[in-house]
């Protein structure tokens, strides 16, 4: 079954609005989509009546961010109940850091006099921040190129102390908290973690990898194969779709393991179908 697990909306750093991911991933013959917003679950609902009304089945789900931040050790947690008390209180801190950064990065593009007529001052109303965010608005109105943006952001954020991404969980809090709300822990796209060694302690943890994303580039696929049979991990498929700067959808190319889609069992909702009469 062609499955996208892996997908991004405006709620964090994505740019397209959640019923809108949901419809592109109908349109390329998606049949299951999860949409993974960075620690936070307020655009599933808007996702999920997308999917349903096209029918797909969707898996609730989002995409924990762990510490160290620079070593993008992100969990996927697939099939979790998004009223567990616990996991939202370790998304309600990550949350903070990120206004933090974000904050901190208007501030210095405010003093540079960058961005002064772009509305950046709403972000400080938003439910949920993040710094990419922000940066869709400079590419957006074409104020920075994005090696520039990214180079402004570090200028911001780079000198806080060790304390300051403090509230992050450690990749053994997210899984853990992924599991007590009767979800699934994926690592998500384990080729881009600088630090391979970082990986080995976290694979006794998992119950997946995500071994076929766009994020991995060819000749690393046979790696996380290999390493995924080794740990008796399943793989699974996600495009961490954002619509980068305006960039189009495709969907996966491999399908998902069935596999995947029997562990989930009812965590995947379908559709309601009635009979007519």
């Known amino acids: 079954m062609l499955a996208d697990l892996h997908m991004h909306s ?38 999920r009546l997308v999917a ?3 029918g797909l089945g969707y898996v609730p789900a989002l995409e924990v961010t762990t510490y160290p931040p620079n070593q993008l050790r992100h969990i996927l947690g697939h099939g979790v109940d998004m009223s567990y008390p616990p996991l939202l209180a370790i998304l309600e801190r990550t949350q903070g850091v990120f206004r933090k950064q974000t904050d901190a990065w208007i501030r210095v593009l405010q003093d540079q006099g960058i961005g002064r007529d772009l509305g950046l001052e709403a ?7 993040m710094p990419g ?3 869709k608005v400079l590419l957006q109105h074409g104020v920075m190129s994005e090696k520039d943006a990214w180079a402004s952001a570090r200028q911001a954020v780079d000198f806080m102390p ?3 991404y403090a509230p992050i969980p450690t990749p053994r809090e997210a899984i853990d908290a992924i599991h007590a709300a009767g979800g699934l822990a994926v690592h998500a796209h384990p080729g881009s973690v600088p630090d391979q060694d970082l990986i080995k302690e976290v694979l006794p943890m998992l119950d997946g990898l995500e071994v076929y994303t766009r994020r991995h580039k060819p000749e690393q696929i046979p790696i996380y194969e290999e390493l995924a049979h080794r740990h008796g991990l399943l793989m699974t498929v996600g495009t961490d779709y954002h619509g980068f700067n305006g960039d189009d959808y495709e969907a996966p190319k491999k399908l998902i393991d069935i596999r995947y889609l029997e562990r989930l069992g009812d965590r995947v909702q379908w559709p309601v179908v009635e009979k007519a009469g």
């Open 10 to 47: 405006t709620v964090s750093d994505g740019w397209r609005e959640p019923d809108e991911v949901a419809h592109l991933a109908a349109d390329q013959g998606v049949r299951v989509m999860a949409l993974t917003d960075h620690d936070t679950f307020l655009g599933v609902e808007r996702a």
């Open 123 to 129: 972000f400080a109303t938003k439910p949920t921040v």
């Open 162 to 164: 060790p304390a300051f």
């Open 133 to 135: 965010a922000v940066l």
């Open 52 to 54: 349903h009304r096209r």
